[in-house]
């Protein structure tokens, strides 16, 4: 369905995930800075890196969208991920498709997050038709909430991750308020 999907921005390749990025997004899944802000915060090894990266790939398959991997233009180094997902653990916001992005941290205060998911936002209204996109992050996870206003996105709602129990603010961008260029 989506096999040959690629985006590129002026620093950044997003394309579909290969073998050869199970062991850079398993170093990015090991940090605990990167994982701090997701679910209980628990790291993720190789084995749980290259399962997540099955399911990014079904995903896909079933829905037409799914998580890119982020490759650095000038270097081919893997940055870590930018994509679409359906946020099921977190049932009260759907139906709804959730833009997410998980880099690793020689990679952050660049810009590179926010210039992925702009590319993305923009394949989710322009290309795959989504009427709205949503964004969760943990209640103090600023650097996300930064990246969600940068977007256009606005807060909607505050609840609990009923995976850990952590509080977490949900934004929101509606294809009328997207900005088509």
Do not use: C
Not at 136 to 149: F, K, L, P, T, Y
């Amino acid at each position: 369905m989506a096999t040959t999907i690629t985006l590129e921005t002026p620093r950044l390749i997003l394309r579909r995930w290969r073998e050869e990025d199970v062991a850079p997004m398993a170093a990015v899944h090991a940090d605990p800075e990167v994982m701090r802000w997701i679910r209980d915060g628990s790291v993720r090894d190789e084995q749980q890196t290259r399962d997540g990266i099955r399911a990014w790939e079904r995903e896909w398959e079933t829905r037409g969208f799914g998580l890119f991997a982020v490759e650095i233009r000038s270097t081919g180094e893997l940055a870590g991920f930018t994509g679409l997902s359906v946020p099921a653990y977190l049932p009260e916001v759907l139906p709804a498709v959730e833009i997410g992005w998980r880099l690793g941290r020689s990679h952050w205060g660049q810009g590179l997050a926010t210039e992925a998911a702009a590319a993305v936002v923009r394949f989710g209204f322009e290309e795959r038709g989504l009427e709205r996109i949503v964004s969760i992050a943990q209640v103090g996870n600023d650097a996300s909430e930064r990246i969600m206003a940068k977007l256009g996105m606005r807060p909607v709602r505050e609840t609990v991750n009923p995976h850990g129990g952590r509080r977490v603010r949900v934004f929101e961008l509606s294809s009328d308020q997207y900005e088509y260029a």
